[in-house]
């Protein structure tokens, strides 16, 4: 188990701010931010680059902030991965072995290298590999020692998108085969909910909220971590009346009033209450007239004023009738074209209430 | 005219300026008098001597100037600006004021007390080397800082967080990484010293066949109106000087091509 408890560090004018953190074994943790907001300094003060101003990080019970970065026994892949240029491909996985004098890892070196199928890579120049060999070099590299933590600085951002996918895949593959723990740090949504058990928000140097997958994807705490989780559709409103299961909030901007399950933030409210919800734009249905009935949950009549274009996908402004805003959907290219969708057509959409986000 | 056109033609204006110069030698150039001059006991003794002060000086600049180019290179710490600073001194204050102050040096207590218990280092080759290191010891460190910084820190953080100590990561990822740059510094500040004459003729004097480099020996036949023999002598000393630093771009150039 890792516990950051309370660090600070300040580079310059930033500074990381009284994170505190459990990070149990065997576990991908996932540190997520945007640009700017200090993951990178939080990942290299765990690994040793950085040391705290307060606070301290516990390894297994062990206080390790004083420790020199050898002796955490955590493997580092940097954003660039830095393989050592003037090394072959072997020499740079075998780097650590030979430091530390180790010869009982070279048969779980030569697993690994077949794992991620890097054995023809062995008598090249890393300056002549693709991307997706360097990764696997990298990872092969910082797991040959024997480490059981590997912390990861952004190494897929680079990659194109089917590289990446398959790396991940490697990824969760290395993690479950050799038991390991991950501690990653990125900006990528998708990245950080495929990989991660565990994932932290950290925005402007301050960790706005930590839990499981689920719990961080489906309960933003904030409506600052809700932009950045993609909710794109925010709206202010009132409670108007909760039952034991839902709360029906009464929305001026759609000019309608909304159900919705009362999740953890839902569980102290009460009549009158101020709140927002927030509507990822996947979540939006669009629906034919014909098949309106009661099983549809919070429909809403309008028209399509925008429509674009990305790829499979596309984004549609929805205007709802009377409202006062936009609610951005997005939908596969099957369901806009089997809906005719145009700009200026009228519309009827629906968001299921386990798909409203309380905040 | 285009730019590049502009630009080729700015490099061989300069190129020029020098080939002018070396060619108006050719004037006063006497063959069978270039040859008596080349080999005799006091040329070959100042061509000897400038060639080992200048590569004893070299080898204890490179020596001081990788461990403190790093320093500066990587860390933070007082008087970091101040070092940073005076590593120009050689180049804002003239060789011969550098020669001065190393004439005043050991004529203090301090220094005449080092060289009462160590080496004689006025008039003495000693003195050659030590002004020679004086000179290019700054260069050295200057060219150095530039190579590291261009080293990427986190090749040595990387190698930390396989097992490796500070130390190791220096000797084993940075100092190969940095090997083009460690020469070419080497290369130019032997240049630098087998051309040193202000300081080294202050501290060192010019004695025949004692402390005469083949600068000073340059000074000396000038002095006595020889200007054949020094004719001869700059020749000598540009033909081993940029001899010696085309053949090892030369072999870097294919080095780094293999």
Request: net charge positive; aromatic share 8%; proline share 3%.
């Amino acid at each position: 188990m890792l516990e950051i408890r309370n660090l600070t560090v300040s580079v310059g004018i930033f500074s990381l701010r009284e994170v505190s953190l459990s990070l149990p074994d065997g576990q991908c943790h996932i540190i997520l931010g945007p640009t700017g907001s200090g993951k990178t300094l939080l990942l290299e003060t765990i690994v040793g680059f950085k040391r705290p101003d307060t606070g301290s990080i516990v390894l297994d019970s062990r206080d390790i902030s004083s420790l020199p970065v050898e002796a955490r026994g955590i493997s580092y892949v940097p954003q660039d991965l830095a393989l050592f240029p003037h090394m072959t491909v072997e020499d740079n996985i075998m780097y650590g072995l030979k430091i530390l004098k180790n010869t009982q890892h070279k048969e779980l070196v030569g697993d690994m290298i077949e794992t991620l199928g890097i054995r023809y890579l062995l008598n090249r120049s890393v300056t002549n590999l693709s991307g997706g060999e360097q990764q696997r070099v990298a990872l092969v590299r910082a797991l040959a020692i024997g480490c059981k933590r590997l912390a990861l600085d952004e190494p897929f951002s680079a990659l194109h998108e089917t590289m990446k996918t398959e790396l991940w895949f490697i990824i969760l593959n290395l993690m479950r085969k050799y038991n390991l723990t991950i501690y990653m740090i990125t900006h990528d949504l998708e990245e950080a909910f495929f990989l991660g058990n565990t994932v932290s928000i950290l925005i402007n140097g301050r960790l706005l909220q930590t839990g499981t997958n689920r719990e961080v994807w489906y309960n933003p705490q904030n409506i600052e971590i809700a932009k950045f989780l993609f909710i794109r559709n925010l709206f202010n409103g009132e409670v108007l009346a909760v039952d034991e299961n839902t709360a029906t909030i009464k929305c001026p901007e759609l000019n309608t009033s909304i159900t919705v399950n009362r999740n953890k933030r839902g569980l102290a409210l009460k009549k009158g209450d101020a709140v927002t919800i927030g509507i990822r734009p996947a979540n939006v249905l669009i629906l034919e007239d014909r098949k309106i009935n009661d099983k549809y949950e919070n429909v809403l009549y309008g028209r399509v004023a925008e429509v674009f274009s990305k790829g499979d996908y596309h984004i549609l402004h929805f205007v709802p009738e009377e409202g006062k805003t936009i609610i951005e959907i997005e939908i596969p290219d099957t369901v806009f074209c089997s809906h005719c969708i145009t700009k200026g057509k009228k519309t009827i959409v629906s968001v299921k209430r386990g798909h409203i986000i309380l905040i | 005219m285009s730019f590049k056109r502009l630009s080729i033609l700015a490099a061989f204006s300069v190129f020029f300026l020098y080939a002018v110069l070396i060619a108006s030698l050719l004037y006063f150039y006497r063959e069978g008098f270039f040859i008596r001059t080349l080999l005799s006991e006091r040329t070959l003794f100042s061509v000897k001597l400038s060639l080992y002060t200048a590569t004893i000086a070299t080898a204890i600049s490179i020596a001081v100037a990788i461990p403190s180019a790093y320093a500066l290179s990587r860390f933070q710490f007082k008087g970091k600006r101040t070092i940073d600073t005076i590593l120009e001194l050689p180049m804002i204050v003239s060789p011969a004021a550098l020669g001065a102050m190393l004439l005043i040096f050991f004529n203090n207590p301090i220094g005449m007390w080092i060289q009462k218990t160590t080496v004689q280092f006025v008039f003495a080759v000693n003195g050659i080397i030590l002004a020679q290191f004086v000179t290019t010891a700054g260069i050295a460190t200057r060219l150095m800082k530039s190579v590291l910084d261009e080293i990427p820190t986190r090749y040595e953080e990387v190698a930390r967080s396989l097992g490796a100590t500070p130390a190791k990561a220096f000797i084993t990822i940075t100092l190969p990484l940095s090997r083009n740059g460690i020469i070419a510094a080497a290369i130019l500040s032997w240049a630098k010293a087998l051309g040193e004459f202000g300081a080294s003729i202050t501290i060192a004097g010019s004695m025949a066949m004692k402390t005469e480099t083949i600068p000073i020996a340059i000074f000396m036949r000038l002095a006595s109106a020889d200007i054949e023999g020094t004719v001869a002598l700059i020749l000598i000393l540009a033909v081993i000087g940029l001899g010696t630093l085309y053949v090892a771009r030369l072999l870097k150039g294919k080095k780094s091509r293999a």
